[in-house]
């Protein structure tokens, strides 16, 4: 490999003998694409004519008077395709996939969000697509599970370990072992081993680049701090990389705090004390783990931020300052997207609502001339069942309820075999 792919300590590619050669011909196509302005071009043609781009940036009038501090505007990634920041991630990898000739994607998803961009940029290009997810998120996700399928992905149901996102990563690296000649594994954020971390982070600096340019056009100055979720870092690493260059931006990262701090109760890897540095998964990072190396469960009431490691790039950031790292908590979260909707009628994704948070604490004790921007990495249609269920809305309830009797007296078969 031509390049370590280390960010100081973190980061690296640990990988079995067997993909080295699959992981030379991915990082070669990254680094030729990189090197040619053509490839960037057909990039942006491609997201602006079937995702949207650019995405605006929205002046939140509304909740800048409530706070009555900084300025606060919002950088709108819910309005891509599929409704969340991660078509960047997939486009780009599907125009790498058709540059390296093969014909094949594969994929990891935890709550399903990336199984369905990628399902669609499956579809969109051609290719034949499986993707991988533990069977306790398949029952869990059928939305969009269904999505995948009627895109024409086989979904696999992953039975091994605790059923989960982690277990699925597993299972798609063992896909790629005997299928990497026609095959790309399209990882779904700035994690794993190298090249990925910086492959997804340049996609993903789309939303950056834009954001800068439409602050400083809109605004007339750059912003003093920009806030980004963290769940692997994708979204939060796109839009830092407008602003690595200025140091006098601050840049601010939120985890889930989930429930507060102790193991098990978040997936807060950088703003709480539980992580450790640790290799997993083919890379080097902070990982909630036991002293034995063993992942520990995670909990955030968003599925897209309970994973259990975060971005070598990002951790860097954190050992060297140059990003500040807070977690919300599952009700601060509630809170901050309920308040968004009724302000601005905007719909922040839970994952996107972390940011919303913290950057509503510190607006507040800003002043009238400083600005802040929040990326809105998504929208919250997809959380309709757990964010009525957190607002307790009774006639939600009574919906679903009347769905499900429906359903029992049209497939009384149907109702059996469920046990219900
Ligand atoms: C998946 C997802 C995230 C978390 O992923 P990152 O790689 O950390 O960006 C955040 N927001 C939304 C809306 C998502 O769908």
């Not at 399903?112 to 579809?123: E, I, L």
């Not at 059928?142 to 992905?153: D, K, T």
């Not at 080097?284 to 009431?301: E, P």
């Not at 996107?352 to 929040?374: E, G, P, Y």
Request: proline content about 3%; glycine content about 10%.
């Amino acid at each position: 490999m031509k390049h370590s792919g280390y960010f100081n300590q973190f980061g690296g590619a640990f990988i079995p003998e067997i993909l080295v050669p699959t992981f030379d011909q991915l990082e070669a196509a990254y680094l030729e694409a990189k090197a040619d302005p053509a490839f960037w071009a057909e990039y942006k043609q491609l997201m602006s004519t079937y995702s949207c781009r650019a995405t605006p940036i929205t002046y939140a009038e509304n909740l800048t008077h409530h706070f009555g501090g900084a300025q606060i505007y919002i950088k709108r990634e819910d309005l891509n395709h599929t409704g969340a920041h991660k078509a960047n991630n997939v486009m780009g990898q599907g125009l790498l996939t058709r540059r390296m000739g093969k014909k094949r994607v594969i994929a990891e998803t935890g709550a399903g969000q990336h199984g369905v961009a990628t399902a669609t940029m499956a579809a969109k290009f051609g290719f034949d697509c499986t993707i991988y997810m533990g069977a306790v998120d398949v029952e869990r996700q059928r939305p969009n599970v269904f999505w995948m399928e009627q895109m024409g992905a086989e979904v696999v149901a992953v039975e091994d370990g605790s059923r989960t996102l982690k277990d699925a990563i597993n299972e798609a690296f063992r896909d790629w072992v005997t299928n990497m000649d026609d095959t790309h594994y399209a990882l779904g954020t700035a994690c794993g081993p190298y090249p990925f971390p910086e492959m997804v982070s340049w996609f993903q600096s789309i939303i950056g680049t834009e954001a800068r340019q439409q602050m400083l056009e809109r605004v007339g100055k750059l912003p003093d701090r920009v806030y980004a979720c963290v769940g692997g870092g994708s979204n939060a690493m796109g839009l830092f990389s407008g602003f690595l260059d200025d140091p006098e931006v601050e840049l601010v990262g939120v985890e889930a705090g989930g429930r507060g701090s102790g193991i098990g109760e978040h997936a807060a890897r950088l703003a709480y004390d539980d992580a450790s540095v640790g290799v997993a998964q083919g890379y080097k990072t902070y990982f909630l783990q036991n002293r034995d190396g063993q992942m520990q469960d995670t909990h955030s009431v968003s599925a897209g931020l309970d994973y259990v490691g975060v971005s070598p790039i990002l951790a860097d950031m954190h050992e060297t300052g140059r990003a500040r790292f807070e977690a919300a908590t599952d009700a601060e979260v509630v809170e901050a997207m309920k308040l968004t909707v009724q302000k601005e009628g905007l719909i922040p994704a839970l994952e996107s609502s972390h940011a919303f948070v913290q950057a509503f604490k510190d607006a507040a004790d800003m002043h009238s001339d400083q600005v802040i921007l929040i990326n809105q990495s998504g929208r919250a249609d997809k959380d309709i069942f757990t964010v009525a269920d957190a607002i307790d809305d009774p006639k939600w309830k009574q919906f679903i309820i009347a769905k499900a009797d429906e359903y029992k007296k049209a497939n009384p078969e149907l109702a059996i075999a469920g046990g219900v």
